[in-house]
């Protein structure tokens, strides 16, 4: 499994941007997809975003597109989010997971994520 750790998250007022980071170890990084899932107080975790493990395919859910941009950098070992224009519904905590299973695109799906970082608080106030 890989190691990941999240950072990048905060408060942020409505229509602001944050950059979440997660940083991976313990194995070859590029071996796996990436996904970006979140979880809001009293919900289910969600899918946000995913990167093929190439970077060449990126996906997101429809309540982020447009706004929030996913991208890694193999060398760096690390899986980006870009967010902008916050909204006050973003307000969760975001997760990092590797996918070692899916080779050409990346899951939407979180089973099929095997290793999960610790989650960083992103908040958007009014």
């Known amino acids: 499994q890989v190691q990941l750790v999240e950072s990048g998250g905060g408060l942020v007022q409505a229509g602001g941007s944050l950059r979440l980071s997660c940083a991976a170890s313990?194995?070859?990084?590029?071996?796996?997809?990436m996904g970006w899932f979140r979880r809001a107080p009293g919900k289910e975790r969600e899918f946000v975003a995913a990167?093929?493990?190439?970077?060449?395919?990126?996906y997101s859910a429809e309540p982020v597109k447009g706004r929030f941009t996913i991208s890694r950098d193999n060398a760096k070992n690390t899986v980006y989010l870009q967010m902008n224009s916050l909204k006050p519904e973003d307000t969760a905590v975001y997760y990092c997971?590797?996918?070692?299973?899916?080779?050409?695109?990346?899951?939407?799906?979180?089973?099929?994520?095997?290793?999960w970082g610790q989650g960083t608080q992103v908040t958007v106030s009014s």
């Open positions: 997971a590797a996918d070692p299973h899916t080779y050409y695109s990346a899951s939407q799906n979180q089973y099929d994520y095997d290793s």
């Open positions: 990167i093929s493990r190439s970077g060449a395919r990126t």
């Open positions: 313990g194995r070859t990084f590029s071996s796996y997809a």
